[in-house]
């Protein structure tokens, strides 16, 4: 059975930092990209960013582009998203998924999260 159990979500004040995690298993971590989604009520689900399998060639949302670095560590299986210079926008329940390609589209996603709640306040 495919796990991915994603941590480090909380609250933070604008201009705060937080590193979210995300552990997987039952699948071939190393044979899946992996990215972040989030969603706010009322609105899509939205891609942040994605990584290949190998780790290079990172891809953003232009909204988190130069705030958020992706990266992987294939010997533990997890994914991490560093987020700096948080602004109110970011508050959204984040969602780690793994696929196999690199895209902005969720559909594409076969493996999702429970995601973890984070809250950017002024």
């Known amino acids: 059975q495919v796990q991915l159990v994603e941590s480090g979500g909380g609250s933070v004040q604008a201009g705060g930092s937080l590193r979210l995690s995300c552990t997987t298993s039952?699948?071939?971590?190393?044979?899946?990209?992996m990215g972040w989604f989030r969603q706010s009520p009322g609105k899509e689900r939205e891609f942040v960013a994605v990584?290949?399998?190998?780790?290079?060639?990172?891809f953003y949302a232009d909204s988190v582009k130069g705030r958020f670095t992706i990266s992987r560590d294939n010997a533990k299986n997890t994914i991490y998203l560093q987020m700096n210079r948080l602004n109110i926008e970011d508050t959204a329940v984040y969602y780690c998924?793994?696929?196999?390609?690199?895209?902005?589209?969720?559909?594409?996603?076969?493996?999702w999260g429970q995601g973890t709640q984070v809250t950017v306040s002024s």
């Open positions: 039952g699948h071939t971590f190393k044979n899946h990209a």
């Open positions: 998924t793994a696929g196999a390609t690199i895209t902005a589209k969720w559909r594409e996603y076969f493996y």
């Open positions: 990584i290949t399998r190998s780790g290079g060639s990172p």
